[in-house]
């Protein structure tokens, strides 16, 4: 998806978080509270009323840390348990580009921004560099989930074919990852994740 021309500046930015949580939300040891009132009730005329009250507290809690742990939503209707703010931007920005729409897509980043694509961090210091930037992506994308770690949002997303400039040829329908710093509803920072992507660039741009 996300292959980039623009080569002024090498070298890796800050790196996106490891977005593994090994803690469980709080409140979801309610089941070993159960178990406690069971074995402290015995031979109590209100213990079987104690426990379908605790019975619910404990649904109420497995419903509240989201069962087994999958099909979190945003309130976009996104996978995942992102921004709601940073989704807005991510999906708007990636929609544009999918429809072939690159100065829209570019008016989607904050000048000055980053983006580092690989192993090049490239400066955006105007919007004619956001534009150059957009063009050299050669897949369009759908946004199929997003998850927040401190200040990055890192997104999922199924690629495509867009209009204009390059071809996405085989990486058409595999998944790409790049984590964002959206700040006052712009593109900060943009840093393709992993070594997903594909597709072959687009043709140079000069400025």
Not at 100 to 128: K, M, Q, T
Not at 164 to 187: E, H, L, N, Q, Y
């Amino acid at each position: 998806m996300f292959v980039s021309n623009e080569q002024d500046v090498n070298g890796a930015g800050s790196t996106p978080p490891n977005l593994g949580d090994p803690h469980p939300p709080l409140g979801c040891g309610l089941p070993k509270f159960e178990r406690w009132v069971q074995g402290h009730t015995e031979g109590v005329s209100w213990r079987r009323s104690l426990v379908g009250l605790v019975g619910l507290v404990v649904a109420l809690a497995i419903a509240g840390c989201g069962g087994s742990g999958s099909g979190k939503t945003t309130s976009t209707g996104i996978a995942g348990d992102a921004n709601p703010g940073d989704v807005h931007v991510i999906d708007a920005w990636v929609t544009a580009l999918r429809r072939g729409d690159v100065d829209g897509a570019a008016r989607y980043f904050a000048i000055p921004s980053v983006a580092e694509n690989g192993p090049v961090l490239i400066h955006i210091r105007s919007r004619d560099d956001a534009r150059r930037f957009n063009e050299s992506l050669p897949c369009g994308a759908l946004l199929v989930r997003a998850e927040t770690a401190g200040q990055f949002t890192t997104a999922t997303f199924r690629l495509t074919e867009r209009p204009g400039p390059g071809a996405c040829g085989p990486g058409t329908g595999g998944i790409a990852k790049t984590s964002f710093v959206i700040r006052d509803g712009k593109i900060a920072q943009w840093r393709r994740v992993g070594a997903g992507g594909g597709g072959q660039r687009a043709p140079s741009q000069s400025a």
